[in-house]
């Protein structure tokens, strides 16, 4: 009996451990199969989005790459093709889509140089530096590593460590015509005559190369334009441009530039070459319209317009071109009757902002306050913000194009151009106060920039706003790199503003004449000159003032010159 239960126990022992084994071999079966499942669809929808990526169908390779990312938010397959779009369109998210895939492959030097290339696109030179400074030893003799290094030479003006970078790329693979391309337009615009003769001769013969005959001979084009070469060759060059299979639309302009500007006898025909077949795709429709706008020959495009079915002027963005001719022609109850029942899509902020103009042209403020209103309010990113501030900018329109900026400044992939872009205005007009409130944020966003800190302190000083703070911070600058001139003078007027005229100028006595060649540097100077009782600073003075000066620094000339005169009549 006992035997009998013991048999019996160690049946049902042996039974719930293979029940118990077959759950988790069930259990593993089905985590791997889903786990097989998911390699398998990020595989096939990476294929997906790669020809999608190649037909130009950036929407549905968008779609695909978002799919990969809601089943596996770590994939780094999938944010390589969300940073590729994204650098496609100019968009700053592409960085952070390359960190994501540097961060879910750390090993892949793939990654980490498409990093860097990506940094230098978007001007994050310090995120290029870290990055390039992380990669591998082994890893660095190879021709992609040295392309990253000569793009971030080439981003810091570098040229001559670019120059050896792109060769050492072009030993490593001397079948990679792009390398001998980027190698020649770098020598192209050296200041060295043979580097110019060695680059123009190289970039000729590529030129008999398919896959880089296009870029060479824009880049020939480009460079000839710049030295004002003979136009009629220049010519010849964009004539073979537009023939080429692979031509662009904006290798037909080059081409159409030069006929209209020569006056060639084959304008005319070639312009109605280009009509014909513009109808075919809205972007080109819209592009030819816009050439004519550009080019005065606005009566041409609405004539052209007329002779189109309605239907193919309705399509984005042909709208905004039609409505530049209107601008164009100041044709202002068209413009109004041509947006006020449109419907833009989600470009509707333009449509508002151009109703806005027509109408405000026509002093019905009122309406156009409403407009405007709406234009801002529907501006909600900042793609949305971009392409609103391109016209009003163009308008004249200052109040308008600083508020959109600052605006623009909040969104973090476009903050560091827009405050660029609010420094340059402010400086061109003049305005201190508001250089001061850019500066403290670009201050903000990068503390270790020696320009910006050094500017903060000087227009800080010049306002006498937190002067403790800017007079250490000026000296910090300064000892940092004691030989930059900008930052001298910075130092050198902290030193002025405590009263040590004479420590002001013996730091600035160290500058050559080359360096006092600069206006800027040059008032400066004669204003320490001036404090110290010298007349010399009358001829430095008098070269500063053609310096574009702030109205703070204005007063400093007039207060030096006056110190001088007064001292001229008390002897």
């Not at 013991?6 to 791997?32: D, H, K, M, N, P």
């Not at 960085?95 to 001007?123: G, Y």
């Not at 080019?295 to 399509?315: G, T």
């Not at 070269?543 to 009549?569: C, H, Q």
Request: hydrophobic content about 40%; aromatic content about 8%.
């Amino acid at each position: 009996m006992e035997k009998s239960v013991e048999r019996t126990q160690r049946t049902v022992i042996r039974l719930s451990f293979g029940i118990l084994l077959g759950i988790i071999l069930l259990v593993a079966a089905i985590w791997g199969g889903h786990d097989l499942y998911l390699r398998w669809q990020e595989k096939r929808l990476v294929r997906r989005a790669t020809s999608d990526i190649e037909r130009g169908n950036e929407r549905d390779a968008s779609l695909a790459a978002r799919s990969i990312l809601n089943m596996k938010p770590n994939s780094a397959s999938a944010a390589r093709i969300m940073a590729q779009l994204a650098e496609r369109v100019g968009e700053r998210a592409a960085l952070d889509w390359r960190r994501k895939a540097v961060q879910s492959d750390p090993n892949s030097v793939d990654d980490a140089l498409a990093l860097v290339r990506c940094a230098v696109q978007f001007n994050d030179l310090a995120t290029a530096e870290r990055t390039l400074a992380g990669v591998s030893e082994n890893a660095r003799n190879s021709a992609p590593y040295h392309e990253a290094a000569a793009r971030f030479a080439q981003a810091k003006h570098e040229d001559a460590k670019a120059e050896a970078e792109w060769s050492e790329a072009v030993r490593l693979r001397p079948d990679d015509t792009s390398f001998h391309l980027q190698l020649a337009t770098l020598r192209l615009h050296s200041n060295d005559p043979q580097g110019r003769a060695q680059g123009e001769a190289a970039l000729n013969a590529l030129r008999v190369d398919p896959a880089q005959r296009s870029a060479a001979t824009r880049t020939l084009i480009g460079a000839g334009l710049e030295r004002h070469d003979d136009l009629q060759r220049l010519m010849e060059l964009a004539r073979e441009l537009q023939s080429y299979p692979e031509a662009t639309w904006n290798d037909r302009f080059v081409y159409l530039d030069f006929l209209h500007d020569l006056k060639d006898p084959k304008f005319t025909d070639y312009l109605t070459e280009l009509e014909k077949a513009a109808p075919s795709k809205p972007s080109s429709l819209a592009a030819l319209l816009s050439w004519m706008t550009k080019n005065n020959l606005n009566l041409l495009a609405l004539d052209y317009a007329k002779s189109l079915p309605p239907e193919s002027l309705q399509n984005w963005p042909v709208p905004l071109a039609m409505a530049d001719a209107y601008v164009r022609l100041r044709d202002w109850p068209k413009l109004e009757a041509s947006t006020t029942k449109a419907n833009w899509g989600r470009f509707e902020s333009l449509r508002h902002a151009y109703l806005a103009r027509a109408l405000r042209e026509q002093q019905k403020a009122v309406g156009a306050e409403h407009e405007w209103g709406a234009a801002v309010k529907d501006a909600t990113n900042s793609e949305s913000l971009v392409l609103l501030i391109q016209p009003v900018s163009e308008w004249g329109w200052e109040k308008e194009t600083t508020d959109l900026l600052w605006a623009l400044s909040k969104h973090p992939e476009k903050q560091n151009d827009a405050l660029v872009a609010l420094y340059q205005h402010y400086a061109k007009s003049g305005d201190t106060q508001g250089l001061y409130r850019v500066l403290l944020r670009l201050s903000e966003l990068d503390p270790t920039n020696l320009n910006v800190q050094n500017n903060l302190a000087q227009v800080s000083l010049l306002l006498n706003a937190n002067p403790e703070v800017a007079r250490r911070a000026a000296a910090d600058v300064y000892h940092k790199a004691p030989t930059n001139p900008a930052y001298m003078t910075t130092y050198a007027y902290s030193l002025l503003t405590q009263g040590n005229a004479k420590e002001a100028l013996r730091i600035m006595s160290s500058l050559n004449e080359s360096q006092l060649n600069d206006a800027t540097i040059s008032a400066y100077y004669g204003i320490f000159l001036a404090a110290n009782g010298d007349e010399k600073a009358r001829a430095y003075l008098d070269f500063g003032k053609k310096a574009n000066l702030l109205p703070e620094e204005k007063g400093l000339i007039d207060k030096a010159y006056a110190s001088l005169n007064s001292r001229s009549r008390a002897h």
